[in-house]
């Protein structure tokens, strides 16, 4: 792979998208009703936004260490939620006592939660994560093999993927339980991808049909 000798020639990839995906993923889980939720509405975004803030200070002042220690964490906590918000609201489909709108509620959240912590994994760990790839003069190589990398040298030397097309591949995943147009090349990718499908899959075919049934 090259690498790019003059850092000014491009500009860094944005961080703010995937800054706004997993404060998106706090407040769904405070949207969840308490019953369906593993802990306080407010314990998320209490955990994520000094997280998240040490996170961008330490990626301002280049401190990439620690900026992918704290990012790793924050992706932890939002997958952590995740996972609770999972276990409660399946937990609570026997009991029958919920609210078929509660349910509901909890399975559009728990949805796009879905699709917003798996983007975020694919954005921060293909070919390196985002500190990576700005040092790079074009992306050749990672976990996913994305269109433009197919389309001969001067798309591939003009362009990278930025947060929207790791979104999009987690909204394909998540809607069509595969990755349409980008191939999955890599191990930790296909793996995460099926574990996205299976938890889309738990949450509209059994979780969200079983309260549309009760309404």
Not at 77 to 94: K, M, Q, R, Y
């Amino acid at each position: 792979m090259s690498v790019m000798s003059d850092t000014s020639a491009r500009p860094p990839e944005p961080r703010w998208p995937a800054l706004m995906a997993v404060l998106a993923v706090g407040g769904l889980y405070w949207a969840v009703p308490d019953p369906l939720s593993p802990g306080p509405g407010w314990l998320a975004l209490a955990l994520l936004v000094p997280l998240s803030a040490t996170a961008m200070v330490s990626y301002k002042r280049a401190r990439f260490a620690l900026n992918q220690v704290m990012a790793y964490t924050v992706l932890g906590v939002v997958t952590a939620a995740l996972i609770g918000e999972l276990a409660f609201l399946v937990a609570a489909l026997p009991a029958h006592k919920e609210a078929p709108s509660d349910l509901l509620r909890s399975a559009v959240a728990l949805w796009i939660s879905n699709i917003l912590v798996f983007a975020s994994w694919y954005w921060r760990l293909d070919a390196g994560g985002p500190n990576l790839r700005d040092q790079r003069a074009s992306h050749t190589e990672g976990a996913f093999l994305f269109p433009q990398m197919t389309q001969g040298d001067a798309p591939k030397d003009n362009w990278r993927p930025g947060f929207v097309d790791y979104l999009f591949l987690a909204f394909n995943t998540s809607t069509a339980f595969s990755p349409t147009d980008v191939p999955v090349l890599s191990p930790w990718a296909k793996g995460m991808m099926m574990v996205q499908s299976l938890i889309s899959l738990a949450t509209v075919a059994l979780l969200a049909a079983r309260a549309v049934n009760i309404l």
